[in-house]
């Protein structure tokens, strides 16, 4: 899958969140960072893609898909995202509920609903808190239960925004763990260098919505001065 931005501006409340955007994300590439400050655009980046927000100028493809609002069901089924709050994706009494609503209203036969459902739940670590209440979990709990629910789904892509905000050290390394043995293609937006480092080998840095730099993660994090200069370190 390759998502491609060409010179995209999203305005929100008038104002360019994300301006003049261009750049390509390869599946081949396994994992991006989407790096930058609070308010550089990162979140809007992200829900642009799942067409989200209305599109101001330019556009955003899937492979040869063009994003608007009418597609945004197709785009939904194969590319999912799990939101910074982990709080507002899960809804449902039981992890094991929260985790099958999705296939469930992908209308798949019920088998197929349990295998998913049992599958995701073992990949995120968290089938032995199946039976538990979603809304007592702990941060760490919460968002990889979060997570299950988009891979229950099964999509191509899965789009993750700054999903080690409310995790301690040994969370945010074991969730590094966990979506590095994902399969699934992932842009992560995030202003956690270390994470980053461990997961994206990719990276997007954003400035005021602009596109400042792209590359390999491990070599642009060398660079101080754009680190600074973009309010990373
Ligand atoms: N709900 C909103 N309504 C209007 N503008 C918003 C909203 N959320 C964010 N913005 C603006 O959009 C820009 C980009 O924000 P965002 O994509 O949330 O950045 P990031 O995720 O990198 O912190 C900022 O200038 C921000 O003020
Ligand atoms: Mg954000």
């Keep these: 899958m390759k998502i491609s931005f060409q010179n995209t501006t999203v305005e929100r409340d008038g104002i360019p969140a994300l301006q003049e955007f261009t750049a390509e994300f390869d599946s081949e590439n396994a994992a991006y960072a989407i790096l930058g400050a609070n308010g550089a655009g990162k979140s809007t980046l992200l829900a642009a893609i799942l067409g989200l927000f209305p599109i101001t100028s330019g556009k955003v493809l899937i492979d040869e898909l063009l994003v608007t609002q ?10 999912g995202m799990v ?3 982990a709080d507002a994706q899960l809804f449902n009494q039981t992890v094991q ?14 088998e197929e ?3 998913r459902t049992a599958d995701a739940l073992k990949a995120m670590g968290v089938a032995h808190l199946a039976k538990r209440d979603v809304t007592r979990l702990s941060g760490g709990e919460k968002r990889r239960v979060a997570l299950a629910g988009i891979l229950a789904m099964r999509p191509e892509a899965i789009l993750l925004d700054e999903p080690t905000s409310d995790l301690d050290p040994r969370a945010c390394r074991e969730l590094a763990t966990l979506l590095n043995d994902l399969p699934a293609f992932k842009l992560i937006a995030t202003h956690d260098l270390t994470f980053a480092r461990r997961v994206c080998p990719k990276c997007a840095i954003l400035q005021n919505g602009r596109l400042l730099a792209a590359g390999n993660t491990a070599e642009l994090l060398e660079n101080t001065q754009l680190l600074e200069s973009s309010g990373l370190a």
């Excluded at 009418?70 to 590319?79: D, G, P």
């Design 97 to 110: 509920e929260d985790v099958a609503f999705g296939p469930t209203n992908l209308d798949l036969p019920p």
């Design 70 to 79: 009418k597609n945004a069901h197709v785009i939904r089924k194969r590319i």
């Design 113 to 115: 609903v349990a295998t």
């Design 83 to 85: 939101f910074q709050n």
